[in-house]
């Protein structure tokens, strides 16, 4: 899983409520667990004007021009601003590795769907939750100025705009630890491998018989 310190980044403005997991990524592409190849579908029934399903080449489908991530001034942000209850629907892990896939490597909303959200954090995916009048300040920036960035310090928990306002978020000291050192639960349990391997050997001395 790659660390979170710091970020600036380009900002995407998705000025939706309740965005449920299956327009973040559709159900037919649920069928790959590799947590890579998202990313063109993600959003797949808002980007495109046609039908998308596994397989079909992306580059000559019909794009949305009214969807903001297919505007030019949004093409390579890592940040999404969006609006309350972000992540709904269903439970789908797809939902976070698609929006990674895709480039984005926060998401700011005044709130989020519980399982989403700790979705995220599995996944290097960084979820902050700001007031909602502070989100529509910051909406009413990004569509202000082209090129708009915010600047995330997560060792001090605040996201920064280019005119120094910052808003202090929060998120749990596990949580943090985690993505500060890129660790998702496989690597957060591999950097206890030599105490497991105690415990596994004393185990097996002191109960042999359980091992034949």
């Not at 998202?38 to 808002?46: K, R, T, Y």
């Not at 960084?126 to 502070?134: A, D, G, S, Y």
């Not at 749990?172 to 105490?195: F, P, S, V, Y």
Request: aromatic content about 12%; some cysteine.
């Amino acid at each position: 899983m790659k660390a979170f310190t710091t970020l600036t980044g380009l900002v995407a403005p998705l000025d939706r409520a309740n965005v449920d997991t299956d327009a973040i990524i559709p159900k037919q592409f649920l069928k790959s667990i590799k947590r890579t190849g998202f990313g063109v579908n993600c959003f797949d029934e808002w980007r495109y004007l046609d039908h998308g399903e596994p397989g079909m080449d992306h580059q000559s489908r019909p794009l949305n021009p009214d969807f903001p991530l297919n505007q030019a001034r949004y093409q390579g942000a890592q940040i999404l601003l969006t609006q309350q209850n972000f992540g709904c629907g269903s439970s789908r892990e797809h939902a976070p590795w698609a929006l990674d896939d895709y480039g984005f490597r926060a998401v700011i909303a005044p709130s989020f769907a519980d399982i989403f959200f700790n979705n995220c954090f599995k996944n290097g995916l960084l979820p902050i939750v700001l007031p909602q009048t502070v989100v529509n300040e910051l909406f009413k920036q990004t569509f202000a100025q082209e090129g708009y960035c915010l600047t995330i310090d997560l060792p001090s928990q605040t996201v920064s705009t280019p005119s120094n306002e910052q808003y202090q978020f929060e998120i749990t000291e596990h949580r943090k630890h985690c993505l500060l050192n890129g660790l998702d639960e496989i690597g957060l349990t591999l950097a206890h491998t030599q105490a497991i391997k105690a415990y596994e050997t004393k185990h097996k001395a002191e109960q042999p018989w359980l091992f034949h």
